[in-house]
């Protein structure tokens, strides 16, 4: 079957044959015809080629960004579970012959972080609209200098990894900025004085081994202490006070009183605090309140800190 129309088959005299393809070709490969041309017994031979439709060309380019295109981000080291949220393009475009379609698929992406003070969490997005990736920090920064305690910042990276070939990868840089160092003075152990036993309104109780401390605390919580040496300065005195009598009674009067503590310990600097505590009260049973004495730590001078007793168990 002929795929070409030829406009005459014979004639006489000059003339001009006009041939054309039925159809387009689209198919894949070309169509050929010869056609023979007799004038006078002498054969002349033309060959007809229609050629292949062009091949359409189907590619898929991919795209791989975040927003905001920044890499890196600090969170502050005094607070806990701050948030950073990044947009993730991870898709791919249809183009037909190099022109782009309005078709997308979304492609698949991981995360890899080196860090376990921060929460990571991701959302592939759908089509070509944004995925999210949210960094959170799980805790303050308690990292410091173990020589001095210095507050250090602390640094963490964050991949995220196409898994569209070649797996591109985007970097993120995550610092935390130092914690904020504070200082406290303090006692330890803590002294106790029983209530008197059930008959009797006074108890004593040994006071022993009270030293003097300095503490150190990066955002609140303690990472060092120190003994220092201390004064007592109104060691000498009485305290008094009222427990509460309960609903519909009456207060219940209270004092107390240390005895042999060292006799310099109101105006020099002591490295121990030994002596007996009385307590003075008809109370019994649970106790919940504390007393204070006031004095100063030895630390660059005189710090203000406070001896706290506890009356009861």
């Given at each position: 079957m002929s795929d070409f129309e030829i406009s005459s088959l014979s004639g006489t005299g000059p003339a001009t044959i006009r041939v054309k393809p039925k159809a387009a070709n689209e198919s894949e490969s070309n169509k050929e015809q010869v056609i023979k041309v007799i004038v006078q017994g002498v054969e002349r031979e033309v060959t007809l080629v229609q050629k292949a439709a062009p091949k359409i060309v189907e590619t898929w380019g991919t795209y791989f960004s975040i927003t905001p295109e920044t890499t890196s981000h600090t969170f502050d080291g005094t607070k806990?579970?701050?948030?950073?949220?990044?947009?993730?393009?991870?898709?791919?475009?249809?183009?037909?012959?190099?022109?782009?379609?309005?078709?997308?698929?979304?492609?698949?992406?991981?995360?890899?972080?080196?860090?376990?003070?921060?929460?990571?969490?991701?959302?592939?997005?759908?089509?070509?609209?944004?995925?999210?990736?949210?960094i959170k920090t799980k805790s303050t920064n308690q990292e410091h200098n173990p020589s001095n305690y210095d507050p250090l910042e602390r640094t963490a990276i964050v991949k995220i990894i196409s898994q569209q070939e070649p797996n591109t990868e985007?970097?993120?840089?995550?610092?935390?900025?130092?914690?904020?160092?504070?200082?406290?003075?303090?006692?330890?152990?803590?002294?106790?004085?029983?209530?008197?036993?059930?008959?009797?309104?006074?108890s004593t109780a040994?006071?022993?081994?009270?030293?003097?401390?300095?503490?150190?605390?990066?955002?609140?919580?303690?990472?060092?202490?120190f003994i220092k040496q201390f004064k007592i300065t109104d060691i000498s005195k009485t305290i008094e006070g009222q427990f509460s009598g309960g609903i519909g009674s009456e207060p219940i009067p209270f004092k107390v009183w240390l005895t042999d503590y060292p006799s310099n310990i109101a105006t020099q600097w002591v490295s121990e605090l030994n002596c007996v505590g009385h307590l003075q009260t008809?109370?019994?049973?649970f106790g919940g309140i504390q007393v204070t004495y006031n004095g100063y730590?030895?630390?660059?001078?005189?710090?203000?800190?406070?001896?706290?007793?506890?009356?009861?168990?």
């Open positions: 806990r579970g701050e948030t950073l949220e990044i947009g993730v393009y991870s898709y791919q475009q249809k183009f037909i012959d190099n022109n782009p379609q309005d078709e997308y698929r979304a492609v698949d992406w991981k995360v890899e972080s080196s860090s376990d003070w921060l929460e990571v969490t991701q959302e592939i997005g759908e089509a070509n609209a944004a995925g999210k990736l949210t985007i970097v993120l840089n995550i610092t935390q900025s130092p914690g904020t160092r504070t200082t406290k003075y303090g006692f330890e152990p803590t002294p106790n004085i029983p209530f008197p036993n059930l008959g009797q309104n006074t040994q006071i022993s081994n009270v030293k003097g401390y300095q503490y150190y605390l990066i955002n609140g919580i303690q990472v060092a202490k008809i109370m019994s049973g730590i030895n630390d660059n001078g005189n710090q203000s800190v406070q001896l706290n007793i506890r009356l009861g168990y």
